[in-house]
């Protein structure tokens, strides 16, 4: 590695454009199960396989024969489900937010408490619905988003791991963050590893952490094919005294051209205008510090990797 300042001052500079590890997207969508006798919830981020399930609940509600049913069984009889379903009903089909709301809150009251998670949703993306009388604080709603959490919602641990790490809600606590997107991870949230690697690297900057992160990224790489982690990863190899990593060119090569092969079927993907051409760069530049034994072994860890990611996702 001891080649001329120049090339590695480039790269460094390049990364610096970067912004390695870039947060995933939060148009994710999710799925809970209320009881596995029972229809599944309505998608609304995202699990690695929420689409039978949504198509299976969307069927459901479609397929009632009359919604207000459901409505009754709430009201007269006081069914935690009933209230729930008739909630979803209103919010997928007629888009009536405000009863959709009313009708959660009535689900969670009589016991139903992941569905604390609809209406912390509601309050915060949808403050326009609410005035002074029942606008609720941000505390109200993380409680409503606990025990909903508490309770199995995969949605309610996900908007929890945002809340403590976001500045806009003004509620920023990182070992919070790090407790809720562990049990993310576990409930099989999407990109969930990446942003607990991201939490790891760029908000806590614990170098304790990178060979962890580095897991998590791969993991992630492998599970949701997501590019963001072989660009993160191509930085912390670059960058040993930013992450506490080793200085490793062949790897950071490798997930470069990782990067590029998953990223040129994304053709509708924002973020692709964004980091336009940055592993390109990367791969014009790096080789010219590889001996062509360490090219080779940059490529043929490249292809590896790759085989890996397809074999994965042919079982999936």
């Not at 060979?211 to 590019?227: A, G, R």
């Not at 790759?306 to 079982?315: F, G, L, Q, T, V």
Request: proline share 3%; with cysteine; hydrophobic share 35%.
């Amino acid at each position: 590695m001891n080649k001329s300042i120049g090339i590695k001052t480039a790269i460094i500079i390049l990364l610096s454009s970067m912004t390695i590890g870039c947060a995933a997207s939060d148009t994710i969508i999710i799925t809970e199960t209320i009881d596995a006798t029972e229809p599944t919830s309505i998608v609304h981020f995202d699990t690695a396989n929420p689409e039978k399930e949504a198509i299976n609940f969307i069927r459901f509600l479609e397929e009632a024969d009359d919604p207000k049913h459901f409505q009754l069984e709430c009201d007269k009889k006081n069914i935690a489900k009933s209230c729930y379903y008739y909630a979803s009903y209103h919010e997928i089909l007629t888009e009536d937010i405000k009863q959709a709301y009313n009708y959660y809150k009535k689900a969670f009251d009589l016991g139903l408490k992941q569905t604390g998670f609809f209406i912390a949703k509601f309050q915060i993306f949808n403050p326009e619905l609410f005035d002074n009388d029942n606008r609720l604080t941000i505390d109200e709603n993380i409680n409503f988003l606990k025990q909903a959490s508490d309770a199995g919602s995969p949605d309610a641990a996900r908007l929890l791991m945002l809340i403590y790490r976001k500045p806009e809600y003004n509620r920023i606590d990182y070992d919070q963050a790090e407790y809720y997107n562990k049990i993310a991870i576990q409930r099989d949230v999407k990109y969930s590893r990446y942003t607990l690697a991201f939490l790891c690297t760029h908000h806590l900057r614990d170098k304790s952490k990178i060979d962890e992160s580095i897991e998590l990224y791969k993991e992630d790489l492998l599970v949701e094919k997501n590019w963001e982690s072989s660009t993160a990863l191509s930085g912390i190899y670059l960058n040993p005294e930013e992450f506490g990593s080793e200085l490793n060119y062949i790897k950071a090569l490798a997930y470069a051209y990782i990067t590029r092969d998953i990223r040129k079927d994304l053709v509708n993907d924002p973020a692709n205008e964004m980091f336009e051409n940055v592993e390109d760069d990367l791969i014009e530049l790096l080789p010219r510090s590889l001996t062509p034994e360490q090219l080779k072994q940059a490529k043929d860890l490249y292809l590896e990797f790759m085989a890996k990611i397809s074999s994965e996702h042919k079982i999936n």
